[in-house]
Each structure stands twice: as C-alpha cells, then as structure tokens.
C-alpha cells in the first residue's frame, strides 16, 4: 500500500482535538519489517554510536527509549522515511512540505516494575521556536497490539490549544493540569487509544498525553516518527538532536539539512 488516504474530515478532527487514530496504516510486510528493525536495534543497542537510551532506574521503568534509529537500523530507516506516514503528516499539518525531526523507539517494561510516564506535552522538550495546531507533531507506530493494560496512549482533547507549558519530570510525575490557566473552562477527560499493530496515532506537540503502566505480561513496543514542517527554526535549546551537529546552530535558524530531511513535500 503506497498510499493511506486522508479526507477532509480527518484533518479537521485532527486540527480540533490534536490528535487522531488511524487503523491499519502498516501493510503485514511494512509491519514485519518494523518489527524485525526493533528486534535487531535492541539487540544491539549498546553498540549503536549515536542512539540515546536511558538507564537510570526511574526512566528506565517508564520505558526505554532509543533515538535516532534510521542512522544504523536499515528497517527503521525504511519506516521512518516512509513516503505514505509522512505524507499523512503534511495533510494533517496543512503544509506544503514536511521534515523529519527525529525517530525513537519506545519500549515499556512489563510488571510490577513498570510505571505511568507523566502527562505532558512533546515540544517543550525540543529546540522549536514555531508552536500551534499546525506545527510540529508525532506518529505512534503500535508495533505489538496495545490496550489499556499494557499501557496505550491517552490523549486529552483539544489540550493542544491550551499554550505551550514548561517541561515537567517524566520520571517523576507532576500535575501539568496544575500549570493550565482557567482550568474550570476545559475538560481534561483523557481518551484511551487501544489499537491494533500496524495502527497509529498523530498528535500535535502541544496535546496532552500519556500512557499508564504496562501490567501486560511482555513488553510494550512503539515506534515514534516526529515530523515538523519546512521552515521550523531552531531556538537556541540543547538537545541530543541538534547538539550533534558539526556546525554551530544559531536562534531562528532553519532545521534542515542531511539531519532534517524533507519527507514529504506537496
């Protein structure tokens, strides 16, 4: 399937809530290939040069996490570089042309060990001056099938207009409910997303999310895409991504090049 078609009323529904679900966007074999990629980035991950895993006990039980993966992971950079996801984002985005931000892999520890991350935002992690409904946002590949149980996404509707809020702990869980202003005027009812594998989510990187503790008995794998439009500029934050770079970035500087290629463009 080289294409997944989009209509106008999943643009709009994700432009209101900021997020949407889509079923089925993997193919059995785009899936197996995935999924043979993971198999062979775990396996291997101590000795992968530049993949950013965590290993600190607290971060460790809400899940291990290795960025990056399309630089040495041939199946990864298929996926990640797949035409039809990230044209599914430029549609969602309403841009004309969309790049890769990064790619990370998600796994979240089975068991008594395993905790809830924390409810947050994305883009207050990364160097992105431009914020709003249609900038930056992810795609959260279910490589396994993924519940409630074994810790699916949760997403807070329409919390992607609240304003861009100060990163939080994602270890060390606080209540980013706390932060909104005029919270009596909106509805922080989460919504699960269980899907099937090979089905994703896009989020905005402004919307609130999060996933409870994997009390499945294996553990829980996602594979994440994070697109940004062309033209995002770079504020002046570190962060592993942009941190590499030979050259010396400056504040309003365009994110392009071999790091940030365009994925998509209409």
Same mark, same amino acid.
């Given at each position: ?33 995935? *999924? ?33 993966? =399309? ?28 790049? /890769? =931000? ?23 992690? =990364? ?17 396994? %099938? ?74 829980? *794998? ?21 941190? *590499? ?9 365009? /994110?392009?090049? %071999? ?8």
């Amino acid at each position: 399937m080289d294409r997944y078609e989009i209509i106008d009323e999943q643009i709009r529904t994700y432009q209101e809530f900021g997020y949407i679900q889509l079923p089925d966007v993997l193919t059995d074999g785009e899936l197996e290939r995935l *999924r043979r990629g993971f198999d062979f980035a775990v396996a291997e991950r101590e000795r992968l040069e530049h993949s950013s895993s965590r290993s600190d006990s607290d971060y460790a039980s809400v899940f291990l996490q290795m960025v990056n993966l =399309w630089e040495h992971v041939e199946d990864i950079r298929r996926h990640t570089f797949s035409p039809k996801i990230a044209e599914i984002a430029r549609q969602l985005a309403r841009k004309k042309a969309i790049r /890769l =931000w990064h790619d990370h892999a998600l796994i979240k520890p089975a068991g008594k060990q395993s905790k809830a991350s924390a409810w947050h935002q994305d883009l207050p992690y =990364w160097p992105l001056k431009e914020s709003g409904p249609g900038q930056a946002l992810s795609c959260w590949m279910a490589v396994d %099938d993924v519940t409630v149980e074994s810790g699916c996404m949760q997403f807070v509707p329409k919390s992607h207009l609240w304003g861009r809020l100060d990163p939080i702990n994602l270890s060390q869980p606080q209540n980013i409910f706390d932060y909104v202003d005029e919270p009596e005027n909106k509805d922080f009812t989460p919504i699960p997303v269980e899907m099937s594998a090979g089905s994703c989510t896009f989020h905005n990187g402004l919307t609130f999310h999060y996933a409870g503790p994997n009390q499945a008995d294996r553990p829980r *794998r996602a594979m994440v895409t994070i697109y940004m439009p062309h033209g995002t500029t770079y504020s002046g934050k570190g962060h592993v991504c942009t941190d *590499r770079r030979s050259d010396v970035l400056t504040v309003g500087e365009l /994110l392009e090049g %071999d790091l940030f290629p365009v994925l998509a463009n209409a």
